[in-house]
T-cell receptor, first 114, second 112 residues
Framework: DAGVIQSPRHEVTEMGQEVTLRCKPI?????LFWYRQTMMRGLELLIY????????DSGMPEDRFSAKMPNASFSTLKIQPSEPRDSAVYFC????????????FGAGTRLSVL | KQEVTQIPAALSVPEGENLVLNCSFTDSAIYNLQWFRQDPGKGLTSLLL?????REQTSGRLNASLDKSSGRSTLYIAASQPGDSATYLC???????????FGKGTKLSVKP
């Protein structure tokens, strides 16, 4: 298996633009997590899905952020409109049994909003 | 509210030295604790997971211990090598859910 695949690896955009980050979890995994990592706040959970259903989105900073998981093999995180403070590395992770917390991370998307 | 703290934020040691990384958590009612490694520009890789009923876990030169009552875990790295240079993060789950609460990590540099 290729592991968790995220795209793009790097994204540079201007303030106000829409940004879409993509994630393909490991085949067979039924939980998917979106995290954001910044120097100031470290790694924080934004939202996680179980069996394609959002379970906890309390970490989503505001209405500008939205996440979808239309099927078991694909998820998106969208920011509209983007702001400079959204600049961070966004990670996607997946797991088979969320109770065991064995999460496999993608390489991340480094987002820069100018 | 669970908080995870890692001290020091950065550590530099000469090759061959044994070292200890520290992790503390405020709520001792955890299901498990996990140590991750993060290389620059890469994602996280799970190193060790200690269940709440366990005291320690070992993998090669790595040994992680857990003391729930004191809210502490340590990651011991024996005979450090330059290839061990990375950021090490610890994490605990939020209740029984799958989402993890991470410390900010310790950036380790092993000098040849």
């Amino acid at each position: 298996d290729a592991g968790v695949i995220q795209s793009p690896r790097h994204e540079v955009t201007e303030m106000g633009q829409e940004v879409t980050l993509r994630c393909k979890p490991i085949s067979g995994h039924n939980s998917l997590f979106w995290y954001r990592q910044t120097m100031m706040r470290g790694l924080e959970l934004l939202i996680y899905f179980n069996n394609n259903v959002p379970i906890d989105d309390s970490g989503m900073p505001e209405d500008r952020f939205s996440a979808k998981m239309p099927n078991a093999s694909f998820s998106t995180l969208k920011i509209q409109p983007s702001e400079p403070r959204d600049s961070a590395v966004y990670f996607c992770a997946s797991s088979w049994d969320r109770a065991k917390n064995i999460q496999y991370f993608g390489a991340g998307t480094r987002l820069s909003v100018l | 509210k669970q908080e995870v703290t890692q001290i020091p934020a950065a550590l530099s040691v000469p090759e061959g030295e044994n070292l200890v990384l520290n992790c503390s958590f405020t709520d001792s009612a955890i299901y498990n604790l996990q140590w991750f490694r993060q290389d620059p520009g890469k994602g996280l890789t799970s190193l060790l997971l200690i269940q709440s009923s366990q005291r320690e876990q070992t993998s090669g030169r790595l040994n992680a211990s857990l003391d729930k009552s004191s809210g502490r875990s340590t990651l011991y790295i024996a005979a450090s090598q330059p290839g061990d240079s990375a950021t090490y993060l610890c994490a605990v789950p939020r209740g029984s859910q799958g989402n993890l609460i991470f410390g900010k990590g310790t950036k380790l540099s092993v000098k040849p």
